[in-house]
């Protein structure tokens, strides 16, 4: 999510001011859990980016069952006091890749070193799996929110309210109205609509 639209969504959600503390307490803990999380999931959007690559080259159909590989480790990614990101599983090495997706597809070490090498140097909002993403932020925002509408939390110098549930079935449509449209998007629709 841009930060844009995390600003948004802290100000407009949360009435938090922009000019406060608070504001910036709460900004930095963002970006410092997105980071560690983006760091921690680098491998397995290195591994599955192997695998359609593959997929698509060899034609083949078969998709990978994520919900059924990854379970729910996305559910508790974020430690409650929004310290830190959980590592639930090893999946950060080559072979514990190969073995967390049991050898589904032909996966060289170069090929996963190269996308891996590539998803570190380019911004990892424009390439990792939006899926991700979603489960990162709407964990994020629902501890949060637990976190800063007590009157005595350790986050915030005061009690910050929000209406709001997050989880991951209404987010999008929660936040909708906050998202950004990135360039490549927009010249994209701009493209089918000329088809």
């Known amino acids: 999510m841009a930060d844009d639209t995390v600003e948004d969504v802290l100000t407009q959600l949360f009435g938090i001011e922009r000019q406060s503390n608070d504001f910036n307490i709460c900004l930095e803990k963002y970006h ?3 980071q560690a999380f983006h760091e921690f999931v680098a491998p397995i959007n290195a591994w599955l ?3 359609i690559d593959s997929r698509n080259e060899a034609g083949i159909q078969k998709q990978v ?8 480790l996305f559910a508790d990614i974020i430690s409650n006091d929004l310290s830190d990101i959980k590592r639930n599983l090893p999946i950060a090495q080559f072979e514990e890749l190969q073995t967390f997706f049991d050898n589904e597809v032909d996966v060289t070490r ?5 996308k891996l090498d590539r998803f570190r140097h380019e911004n990892p909002i424009d390439i990792f799996r939006g899926k991700f993403e979603i ?3 709407s964990h994020f925002l629902h501890l949060l929110k637990h976190k800063i509408e007590r009157r005595s939390n350790s986050i915030t110098s005061r009690r910050y309210p929000c209406g709001y549930i997050f989880n991951k079935a209404t987010i999008l449509n929660q936040l909708s109205g906050y998202a950004s449209t990135p360039n490549c998007l927009r010249a994209y629709i701009r493209k089918i609509a000329l088809l």
């Open 32 to 34: 410092n859990l997105l």
């Open 49 to 51: 980016s192997c695998y």
């Open 65 to 72: 069952r994520m919900r059924d590989l990854l379970g729910n």
């Open 110 to 114: 170069d090929q996963f070193d190269a």
């Open 135 to 137: 489960e990162f932020l």
